[in-house]
């Protein structure tokens, strides 16, 4: 059975950081694309980070590029988001998935909320 279990969630002031981990199960990790999405109230979904299966490229959203930062244990079977920098806007359910055509699996989200 495949489980991807995202923690690491929370409140947090303005300018501040986060470390959020996709801890994974029922798959190995670096025979998948890994991406971590959000979605805040009354929008639609942000793909916001991949590290990529072959050769661990990674790719990030303009509105958290030199901000976050997606890494990969293969050893731990864990996908990291590190997120610096915090603005109210980034408030969200953070998700992660694990795709690999035709397969996508996901999480259950934890909550990111930067306020004051």
């Known amino acids: 059975q495949v489980q991807l279990v995202e923690s690491g969630g929370g409140l947090v002031q303005p300018g501040g950081s986060l470390r959020l981990r996709c801890q994974a199960s029922?798959?190995?990790?670096?025979?998948?694309?890994m991406r971590w999405y959000r979605q805040a109230p009354g929008k639609e979904r942000e793909l916001v980070a991949v590290i990529a299966r072959a050769g661990g490229n990674t790719n990030y959203a303009d509105s958290v590029k030199g901000r976050f930062t997606i890494s990969a244990d293969d050893a731990k079977n864990t996908v990291y988001l590190q997120m610096d920098s915090l603005t109210p806007e980034d408030t969200a359910v953070y998700s992660c998935?694990?795709?690999?055509?035709?397969?996508?699996?996901w999480g259950q989200g934890t909550q990111v909320t930067v306020a004051s």
């Open positions: 998935s694990a795709r690999a055509f035709p397969l996508n699996y």
């Open positions: 029922g798959l190995i990790i670096s025979n998948y694309d």
